[in-house]
């Protein structure tokens, strides 16, 4: 990942991460907490791709499993999250436009019930069953409902910016000064145009230094 890339999305999964613990964890909603950081990951992964989506992901998963008050093995919410960062990623489209907010709407529902079925499952394989006690379906249609009202509040701007910073005018004057220089024997002509003038120029010189031999030669034998 580019530098730009990173630093953004660093900030960004920061902040949901502050916000979420701090405010949304503390909102006592019944079910499911709204999940910021996974909204962060969806909108990053949207303009980045599979690639960056995946990296993104493990690196805000690993945060949430290390940051307090974390509750659940080192690891797990960092698989979770890499996954659906991944997979949203190949969502993403391919002239990095969305036509409407089906398409993102449709991937942060599906976000949100494969990231509880995946937290659940790797939760039910290291000896955690608390999803059990509390009601899996529950959990489930809690959590699409929280992060489907949350998503146009953040999906949107978080795709902004992760756009903003791919077309960084610095990045964009170092690549539209590098092209110049690659393509200009080749769109602009410049360098087979001048031989090609030099060539022509040699071939008129030439061609006077002839005609004024030819007139002295004449100019001899009338002589």
């Not at 690993?62 to 960062?85: K, M």
């Amino acid at each position: 990942m580019r530098v730009n890339r990173i630093l953004l999305s660093a900030s960004l999964v920061v902040v949901a991460l502050v916000i979420q613990v701090s405010v949304l964890a503390r909102l006592h909603l019944p079910g499911a907490v709204p999940d910021l950081l996974l909204l962060t990951v969806l909108g990053l992964a949207l303009v980045y791709g599979h690639v960056g989506g995946a990296l993104v992901g493990f690196g805000a998963g690993l945060l949430a499993d290390l940051a307090p008050p974390a509750d659940h093995a080192a690891g797990r919410y960092a698989l979770v999250l890499c996954v659906i960062g991944y997979l949203a990623g190949l969502a993403k489209p391919e002239n990095g436009r969305l036509r409407s907010a089906t398409g993102p709407m449709a991937v942060v529902v599906v976000a949100a019930l494969g990231t509880t079925l995946l937290y659940a499952g790797v939760g039910a394989l290291v000896g955690d069953t608390a999803a059990r006690h509390v009601g899996l379906p529950g959990l489930l249609f809690t959590a699409a409902l929280y992060d489907l009202l949350l998503a146009p509040f953040v999906v949107p701007g978080i795709m902004a910016l992760a756009r903003r910073a791919e077309s960084d005018p610095l990045a964009d004057t170092n690549s539209a000064g590098q092209k110049p220089d690659i393509s200009s024997g080749w769109l602009s002509g410049g360098t087979g145009l001048r031989i090609g003038n030099q060539r022509n120029g040699l071939r008129v010189k030439a061609a006077r230094a002839r005609v004024a031999r030819a007139g002295r030669i004449k100019g001899v034998k009338r002589l």
